[in-house]
Structures are given as C-alpha cells and as structure tokens.
C-alpha cells in the first residue's frame, strides 16, 4: 500500500504571496490532519479533515485554511504569507479519527 | 502547562546498548492514547509504538517497548540494541478526544535527539 504523499517537497516564496499543499492520504483513509513543525515551536496541530468536513482546528490565523476532496486528498492553503510561516508542514492520515496516524514525507516551505 | 514534556533535548547511546527516552504527560481525561514517533533527518515521522490509557500491558513492538507508568503519567520509549540506523528525532505524543468535535488531535513534545555511537 502507498504511503502518505505530499507536494510539493519543497517550496521557496516570497512574503505576502499564498501558497497552496497538497496531501493524498493513504487509500481507505478518510481523516486528514495537517500540523505545522518549526524549531522554535515544535510541532503544532492545524486542521484535521473527515469526509470533507473540517472537525477541529488548532490556534492558526484565518490565514491557514484547508479543505479536502471526495477522495480525501486535502491542500491546505496560507494566504499573505510571514517569514514565521516558513516550517515544515506534515500531513497525516487515519483510517478513522482515533486510529494511528501516519504521515507524509512533509512540505519544507521558506518564505523570504 | 505542557502537555507533554519530553526532558533530555539530547542523548547518546553505545550501538547494541539499551536507551531510555524519557516522556511525561498531563490530562484530565481518562481515555487517551500516547504515541511514540521518530523522525530521521528526512523529515518524515515515522510511527513507532502506541499505549491506550486502558491497555493494562506495557505496549512492545520489535526493538521498541513502552514503559506505561499511568499514576506517574509517564510513557517512556525503551530501545533495545541500538543501531547507527537509529540516530534520528524521537517525539511522544499524546491523543485526545474532542468530543465536540468528533475529533482528535496530537499533541507533541519537544523531542529528544537520539545519536547512536558506533
């Protein structure tokens, strides 16, 4: 079975740009979480999707938004971007919410 | 409060030696998971060993055991017999209901950094 898969790898963007992630889940998973991982703050939960539907959201800005598809791939999008905003960002699927989750190889995002 | 505190930013351990990575944890809740991932230089989290709160026996998955010790709150990670292989980022972290919601999210600790000496 593939893995978690996210695109692209690697992203370089300039400040006040928008920028959107791509995760495709792990077949037959239908909960997406995405989390967001700097040095200075660790690896913090954004959003996670369940048959389309946003269920719970971490202390993001309305910057960070996200959704998911009928097929559960899920982008996540952050508009206006901030220096801060650069990080490694990780998706992870479930079969269902309370089963393990594993993730993606990550998105590594620089904003200059 | 952190949620979860995992106390050594970094260890080092002789190849073929035993480590212990060292997690404690805080909620009110009385079901909840904890899950121990490592994460190689790559970046990508790897999912190593889960205990649920109700799981009365310590959680074993090959090399790796989880020391569950419920009325400390601790979730230590055993690695037995090291290997080079096993130099990477370890992470706990804890699984918690939001029913509301009907969800869940992780939440994880700083990380230890494990370097395996040859």
């Known amino acids: 079975k593939a893995g978690v898969t996210q695109t692209p790898r690697y992203l370089i963007k300039t400040r006040g740009q928008q920028v959107t992630l791509s995760c495709s889940p792990i077949?037959?998973?239908?909960?997406v979480s995405w989390y967001q991982q700097t040095p200075g703050q660790g690896l913090q939960f954004l959003f996670e999707y369940f048959s389309e539907t946003q269920r719970n959201k971490g202390n993001f800005p309305g910057r960070f938004s996200g959704r998911q598809f009928s097929n559960s791939r899920s982008e996540m999008n952050v508009s206006t971007l901030e220096l801060g905003d650069s990080a490694l960002y990780l998706c992870a699927s479930s079969l269902e919410a309370a089963s393990e989750q594993y993730f993606g190889p990550g998105t590594r995002l620089t904003v200059t | 409060a952190q949620k979860i505190t995992q106390t050594q930013p970094g260890m080092f351990v002789q190849e073929k030696e035993a480590v212990t990575l060292d997690c404690t944890y805080d909620t009110s809740d009385q079901s909840y998971g904890l899950f121990w991932y490592k994460q190689p230089s790559s970046g990508e989290m790897i999912f190593l060993i889960y205990?649920?709160?109700?799981?009365?026996q310590n959680a074993t998955e090959g090399r790796y055991s989880l020391n569950f010790q419920k009325a400390r709150k601790s979730a230590n990670l055993v690695i037995s017999a090291s290997q080079l292989g096993d130099s990477a980022m370890y992470f706990c972290a804890m699984r918690e209901a939001d029913p509301g919601a009907g969800s869940y999210q992780l939440t994880f600790g700083k990380g230890t950094k494990l370097s395996v000496i040859p």
């Open positions: 205990q649920g709160s109700y799981d009365e």
């Open positions: 077949s037959g998973h239908r909960s």
